[in-house]
Nanobody, 119 residues
Framework: QVQLVESGGGLVQAGGSLRLSCAAS????????MGWYRQAPGKQRELVAT??????NYKDSVKGRFTISRDNTKSTVILQMNSLKPEDTAVYYC??????????????WGQGTLVTVSS
């Protein structure tokens, strides 16, 4: 069974940096998309950044501040967050869409990690 294990997050002052990491374990034939979403209190979950084999996609408000990258050998996705703002405060969730023999576009989520940015 494929699982996602997240690490990173925590409390940081505005203007600071944090690094989130998410490692996928289990039998994965191929990874289609890995990404990060976030959910602030009282709000819907929203896309932060995704990465496929050849491209990245970012929420407009994080462009230029956040960078998503992948380590293919370890099935790991990293979100480097710089110049953090209080409005970035949320629970961040790792997302994976992958294929395995006989099945395609399987989607799973991590357990979430809290990022708190103080002003």
């Amino acid at each position: 069974q494929v699982q996602l294990v997240e690490s990173g997050g925590g409390l940081v002052q505005a203007g600071g940096s944090l690094r989130l990491s998410c490692a996928a374990s289990g039998i994965i034939f191929s990874i289609d998309v890995m990404g990060w979403y976030r959910q602030a209190p009282g709000k819907q979950r929203e896309l932060v950044a995704t990465i496929t084999r050849g491209s990245t996609n970012y929420k407009d408000s994080v462009k230029g501040r956040f960078t998503i990258s992948r380590d293919n050998t370890k099935s790991t996705v990293i979100l480097q967050m710089n110049s953090l703002k209080p409005e970035d405060t949320a629970v961040y969730y790792c997302n994976l869409i992958y294929d395995k023999p006989g099945h395609s576009n399987i989607e799973i989520w991590g357990q979430g990690t809290l990022v708190t940015v103080s002003s």
